[in-house]
């Protein structure tokens, strides 16, 4: 069964310093979502992502951050300049097109900023 | 705004217990609803949704939940739990009006007992 992989499923990095999260999304999907979970909180969405182009952020992603589909198979989440607040769970999620069709998710990217 | 309250933090029950999860959603729309279970060091994965037509649908794994619209309620089901059940149980809701973002509960530990 198709999966959506995220790469490292670890990273850890200094205050200040840009990190790049990796995900391939299920090949025939075309939607794109970052979501993050830090410690003990909910699950929160921050981006959508389609037909190259941001569709809807939420209040967290600010300039920091943005995304990028750099060829057919990669989406990426960067943070230009971490902070000790970034520390979470970051997934990625897709879907084909359809409004009510399933958003799959990886497992995560566990992000340290120390 | 859209937004979803999962009652229970933490959940413990014995093997062959009933087990009954609520969830409550705000949304001013149509609503898809969905659950997704995290067992422990796993990804998000979709237990059952609802989009439309029998309130009661059923889902992986001998899970069941029923869409109650005048109570604004998705409650998570299942006659009698195993031990393999053990894992973290989010509701989450999304629909067209939010580009189908999800908005997820702070989500429920369940730990079974054997």
Redesign the interface.
Known sequence: EPE?TQTPSHQVTQMGQEVILRCVPISNHL?F?W?RQILG?????LV?FYNNEI??KSEIFDDQFSVERPDGSNFTLKIRSTKLEDSAMY?C?S?VVG??D???????TRLTVL | AQSVSQHNHHVILSEAASLELGCNYSYGGTVNLFWYVQYPGQHLQLLLKYFSGDPLVKGIKGFEAEFIKSKFSFNLRKPSVQWSDTAEYFCAVNGKGSNYKLTFGKGTLLTVNP
Do not use: D, W
């Not at chain 1, 909180?41 to 969405?45: D, H, L, R, T």
């Open positions: 959506v939607y979502y979501y909180q909910k699950v929160e969405f959508s569709s809807e997934f999620a879907r409004g009510a399933t958003q799959y998710f990886g497992p995560g």
